[in-house]
Protein backbone atom coordinates (compact mmCIF):
# COMPACT_ATOMS: atom_id res chain seq x y z
CA UNK A 1 0.00 0.00 0.00
CA UNK A 2 3.27 2.36 0.27
CA UNK A 3 4.69 1.85 -2.70
CA UNK A 4 0.93 2.75 -3.91
CA UNK A 5 0.82 5.25 -1.96
CA UNK A 6 3.67 7.35 -3.02
CA UNK A 7 2.49 6.98 -6.81
CA UNK A 8 0.39 10.19 -5.48
CA UNK A 9 3.71 12.08 -5.10
CA UNK A 10 3.34 12.51 -8.92
CA UNK A 11 0.50 15.14 -8.92
CA UNK A 12 1.75 18.88 -9.21
CA UNK A 13 3.12 20.57 -6.56
CA UNK A 14 4.86 23.51 -5.80
CA UNK A 15 6.27 22.51 -2.82
CA UNK A 16 7.57 18.86 -4.49
CA UNK A 17 11.56 18.74 -3.52
CA UNK A 18 13.39 16.28 -5.72
CA UNK A 19 13.36 13.58 -2.88
CA UNK A 20 9.70 13.77 -3.48
CA UNK A 21 10.26 12.99 -7.04
CA UNK A 22 12.82 10.04 -6.20
CA UNK A 23 10.58 8.41 -3.59
CA UNK A 24 7.62 8.62 -6.13
CA UNK A 25 10.32 6.94 -9.09
CA UNK A 26 10.89 4.34 -6.04
CA UNK A 27 7.77 3.52 -5.12
CA UNK A 28 6.28 3.08 -8.47
CA UNK A 29 9.59 0.92 -9.41
CA UNK A 30 8.88 -1.33 -6.31
CA UNK A 31 5.09 -1.68 -7.35
CA UNK A 32 6.04 -2.95 -10.84
CA UNK A 33 8.67 -5.11 -9.53
CA UNK A 34 5.87 -6.56 -6.96
CA UNK A 35 3.15 -7.17 -9.41
CA UNK A 36 5.87 -8.33 -12.10
CA UNK A 37 9.44 -9.82 -11.05
CA UNK A 38 7.81 -11.13 -7.81
CA UNK A 39 5.16 -13.74 -9.38
CA UNK A 40 7.59 -14.59 -12.25
CA UNK A 41 9.88 -15.70 -9.58
CA UNK A 42 8.02 -17.44 -7.72
CA UNK A 43 6.37 -19.13 -10.94
CA UNK A 44 10.22 -20.00 -11.72
CA UNK A 45 11.45 -21.60 -8.97
CA UNK A 46 8.11 -23.39 -8.42
CA UNK A 47 8.38 -24.59 -11.99
CA UNK A 48 12.04 -25.72 -11.35
CA UNK A 49 11.01 -27.45 -8.38
CA UNK A 50 8.35 -29.11 -9.91
CA UNK A 51 10.38 -30.56 -12.68
CA UNK A 52 13.21 -31.66 -9.94
CA UNK A 53 10.83 -33.54 -7.68
CA UNK A 54 9.19 -34.98 -10.56
CA UNK A 55 12.29 -36.59 -11.75
CA UNK A 56 13.03 -37.40 -8.19
CA UNK A 57 9.37 -39.27 -7.76
CA UNK A 58 9.76 -41.14 -11.19
CA UNK A 59 13.21 -42.52 -9.88
CA UNK A 60 11.81 -43.23 -6.59
CA UNK A 61 9.03 -45.47 -8.42
CA UNK A 62 11.72 -46.93 -10.56
CA UNK A 63 14.30 -48.09 -8.04
CA UNK A 64 11.65 -48.99 -5.12
CA UNK A 65 9.24 -52.40 -5.08
CA UNK A 66 6.55 -53.30 -2.75
CA UNK A 67 7.07 -56.58 -0.91
CA UNK A 68 5.05 -58.44 1.58
CA UNK A 69 6.97 -58.70 4.99
CA UNK A 70 6.09 -60.80 8.12
CA UNK A 71 6.74 -60.34 11.50
CA UNK A 72 8.97 -62.39 13.40
CA UNK A 73 8.18 -60.41 16.97
CA UNK A 74 8.77 -57.28 18.76
CA UNK A 75 11.68 -55.31 18.54
CA UNK A 76 13.96 -56.08 21.04
CA UNK A 77 15.03 -53.22 24.08
CA UNK A 78 13.58 -49.13 24.11
CA UNK A 79 13.84 -49.36 20.37
CA UNK A 80 10.22 -50.90 20.35
CA UNK A 81 9.17 -47.93 21.82
CA UNK A 82 9.92 -45.46 18.63
CA UNK A 83 12.76 -43.80 21.09
CA UNK A 84 11.12 -41.72 24.03
CA UNK A 85 7.94 -42.39 25.40
CA UNK A 86 4.98 -41.26 22.30
CA UNK A 87 1.95 -40.08 22.83
CA UNK A 88 -0.74 -43.40 23.15
CA UNK A 89 -2.27 -42.24 20.05
CA UNK A 90 1.55 -43.19 18.12
CA UNK A 91 1.56 -45.74 19.94
CA UNK A 92 -1.23 -47.94 18.73
CA UNK A 93 -0.83 -45.91 14.96
CA UNK A 94 3.11 -47.41 14.66
CA UNK A 95 4.89 -50.24 16.29
CA UNK A 96 8.60 -51.29 15.54
CA UNK A 97 8.62 -54.71 14.72
CA UNK A 98 11.28 -57.63 13.53
CA UNK A 99 10.49 -58.88 10.38
CA UNK A 100 11.37 -60.78 7.32
CA UNK A 101 10.49 -60.74 3.43
CA UNK A 102 12.34 -61.36 -0.26
CA UNK A 103 13.69 -58.27 -1.96
CA UNK A 104 13.48 -57.89 -5.84
CA UNK A 105 16.71 -60.24 -6.48
CA UNK A 106 14.68 -62.99 -4.43
CA UNK A 107 16.91 -63.08 -1.43
CA UNK A 108 16.25 -62.78 2.16
CA UNK A 109 16.32 -60.35 3.84
CA UNK A 110 15.12 -58.97 7.47
CA UNK A 111 15.46 -56.44 10.14
CA UNK A 112 13.70 -54.06 11.77
CA UNK A 113 10.86 -52.16 10.46
CA UNK A 114 8.47 -49.86 11.37
CA UNK A 115 4.92 -50.76 10.94
CA UNK A 116 1.15 -49.30 11.15
CA UNK A 117 -0.67 -52.29 10.92
CA UNK A 118 -3.48 -53.07 13.04
CA UNK A 119 -2.00 -56.29 14.20
CA UNK A 120 1.92 -56.95 14.36
CA UNK A 121 1.89 -60.37 15.75
CA UNK A 122 4.31 -62.98 14.85
CA UNK A 123 2.85 -64.41 11.64
CA UNK A 124 1.44 -61.43 10.54
CA UNK A 125 1.46 -59.75 7.02
CA UNK A 126 2.14 -56.34 5.76
CA UNK A 127 3.58 -54.41 2.68
CA UNK A 128 7.01 -52.59 2.49
CA UNK A 129 8.99 -50.88 0.01
CA UNK A 130 12.34 -52.08 -0.85
CA UNK A 131 15.13 -50.97 -3.56
CA UNK A 132 16.80 -52.82 -6.39
CA UNK A 133 19.07 -54.62 -3.36
CA UNK A 134 15.99 -55.61 -1.01
CA UNK A 135 16.61 -53.16 1.52
CA UNK A 136 13.78 -51.98 3.13
CA UNK A 137 13.46 -48.18 2.39
CA UNK A 138 10.45 -45.55 2.60
CA UNK A 139 7.36 -45.32 0.15
CA UNK A 140 8.36 -43.43 -3.10
CA UNK A 141 6.63 -40.03 -2.77
CA UNK A 142 3.64 -38.99 -4.07
CA UNK A 143 2.95 -37.11 -7.32
CA UNK A 144 0.81 -34.46 -5.16
CA UNK A 145 3.06 -34.26 -2.18
CA UNK A 146 5.68 -33.04 -4.98
CA UNK A 147 3.50 -30.86 -6.42
CA UNK A 148 2.37 -28.97 -3.15
CA UNK A 149 6.34 -29.19 -1.80
CA UNK A 150 6.61 -27.10 -5.52
CA UNK A 151 4.43 -24.78 -4.87
CA UNK A 152 5.56 -24.20 -1.85
CA UNK A 153 8.48 -23.45 -3.03
CA UNK A 154 7.58 -20.79 -5.66
CA UNK A 155 5.28 -19.41 -3.17
CA UNK A 156 8.27 -18.75 -0.88
CA UNK A 157 10.59 -17.85 -3.14
CA UNK A 158 7.53 -15.19 -4.70
CA UNK A 159 6.90 -13.23 -1.03
CA UNK A 160 10.97 -13.55 -0.23
CA UNK A 161 11.28 -11.43 -3.54
CA UNK A 162 8.32 -9.27 -2.38
CA UNK A 163 10.12 -8.95 0.91
CA UNK A 164 13.47 -8.17 -0.45
CA UNK A 165 11.87 -5.28 -2.76
CA UNK A 166 9.56 -3.79 0.16
CA UNK A 167 12.68 -3.96 2.14
CA UNK A 168 15.19 -2.13 -0.89
CA UNK A 169 12.29 0.34 -1.29
CA UNK A 170 12.18 1.42 2.98
CA UNK A 171 15.69 1.77 2.85
CA UNK A 172 15.64 4.01 0.22
CA UNK A 173 13.06 5.90 1.55
CA UNK A 174 14.46 6.49 4.90
CA UNK A 175 18.24 7.62 3.27
CA UNK A 176 15.95 10.22 1.12
CA UNK A 177 14.27 11.56 5.06
CA UNK A 178 17.57 11.39 5.88
CA UNK A 179 18.89 13.60 3.70
CA UNK A 180 15.75 15.88 4.34
CA UNK A 181 16.57 16.59 7.60
CA UNK A 182 19.94 17.32 6.88
CA UNK A 183 19.04 19.98 4.47
CA UNK A 184 16.74 21.05 7.00
CA UNK A 185 19.31 21.46 9.63
CA UNK A 186 21.63 22.85 7.27
CA UNK A 187 19.24 25.93 6.35
CA UNK A 188 17.98 26.47 9.67
CA UNK A 189 21.74 26.53 11.10
CA UNK A 190 22.15 29.11 8.42
CA UNK A 191 19.12 31.29 8.75
CA UNK A 192 18.54 30.37 12.67
CA UNK A 193 21.06 33.63 13.66
CA UNK A 194 19.08 35.89 11.65
CA UNK A 195 15.57 34.78 12.30
CA UNK A 196 12.83 37.23 13.39
CA UNK A 197 15.48 40.60 12.62
CA UNK A 198 14.28 43.77 10.40
CA UNK A 199 15.72 43.56 6.99
CA UNK A 200 16.36 39.67 6.92
CA UNK A 201 13.61 39.03 4.72
CA UNK A 202 11.94 36.97 7.49
Given at each position: ??????????R???????????????????????????????????????????????????????????????????????????????????????????????????G?????????D????????????????????????A???????G??????????????????V?????????????????????????????
Open positions: MRAITGIWRWHNPLCRATDLLEAWAALTAALLLTVAAPAVGWLCGALADDALGESVRAQRAERHVTTARVLGAAPGPENSLGGDPDPAERRGRRLVVAEWTGVDGGRRSMVVTSARTAPGDAFRIWTDDRGNHVNRPMEPGTRAHAALALTAAAATAGVVEAGRRLFRRLIQRRYTRLDRAWAKAGPDWGRTGTGS
